[in-house]
């Protein structure tokens, strides 16, 4: 998964409660991402970030919020959680360059929300 | 909103034979990139091309852009079980963030 993991994988909460999902890096990519995936969806998303303390929203953030205090670390928090935010959530990164690049991807944390 | 969308959603063939996946986006792009997603997994990048290319090729796959109907296609030739999974054009649409618009995804099934 290309130097990115996330944490936890798997959780389970209940409706209301707080859920802070972690995604880190170890190639010092600059920019980084999270999206969710829902069926018939596709990925969709969130909060970006383009350098510490450099945040951004997506297409579809409300009810999250994000942090980058270190350039490795990208926190995603879901203040009260509700049902509609059970989903696998993705974290990705990439390098600045001059040419087109790809973004990597970690392996995916599926959250479910009771 | 989604830039781009695939087509099919889902796609069933027998190993050996060829796919292809379509894929439609709504507005200028910088690049397109397709990328893999096996069962349970994270998306792993498989190609791009830029706007001013119009085909490329990498190992069994081969990528298509066509600008002007705001399109693009791959092509997985010779297909093995292995390419079963789901597979997700990008939209690159440029800027200084590099954000990426995905479609909803083709789901491959290669039958032995």
């Known amino acids: 998964d290309a130097g990115i993991t996330q944490s936890p994988r798997h959780k389970v909460t209940e409706t209301g409660t707080p859920v802070t999902l972690r995604c880190h890096q170890t190639?010092?990519?600059?920019?980084m991402y999270w999206y969710r995936q829902d069926p018939g969806h596709g990925l969709r998303l969130i909060h970006y970030?383009?350098?510490?303390?450099?945040?951004d929203k997506g297409e579809v953030s409300d009810g999250y919020s994000v942090s980058r205090s270190k350039t490795e670390d990208f926190l995603l928090t879901l203040e009260s959680a509700t049902s509609s935010q059970t989903s696998v959530y993705f974290c990705?990164?990439?390098?600045?360059?001059?040419?087109?690049?790809?973004?990597?991807f970690g392996p995916g944390t599926r959250l479910t929300v009771t | 909103s989604q830039q781009g969308e695939e087509d099919p959603q889902a796609l069933s063939i027998q190993e050996g034979e060829n796919a292809t996946m379509n894929c439609s986006y709504k507005?200028?792009?910088?690049?397109l990139q397709w990328y893999r997603q096996n069962s349970g997994r994270g998306l792993v990048h498989l190609i791009l091309?830029?706007?001013?290319?119009r085909e490329k090729h990498s190992g069994r796959l081969r990528v298509t852009l066509d600008t002007s109907k705001k399109s693009s296609s791959l092509l997985i030739t010779a297909s093995r079980a292995a390419d079963t999974a789901s597979y997700f054009c990008?939209?690159?649409?440029?800027?200084?963030?590099?954000?990426?618009?995905f479609g909803k995804g083709t789901l491959l099934t290669v039958n032995p």
């Open positions: 970030s383009y350098g510490v303390k450099d945040t």
């Open positions: 990705a990164a990439r390098s600045v360059g001059s040419v087109p690049r790809e973004q990597y």
């Open positions: 507005t200028s792009i910088n690049n």
């Open positions: 091309i830029r706007s001013n290319e």
């Open positions: 990008a939209a690159n649409s440029g800027g200084s963030n590099y954000k990426l618009t």
């Open positions: 190639e010092n990519h600059r920019y």
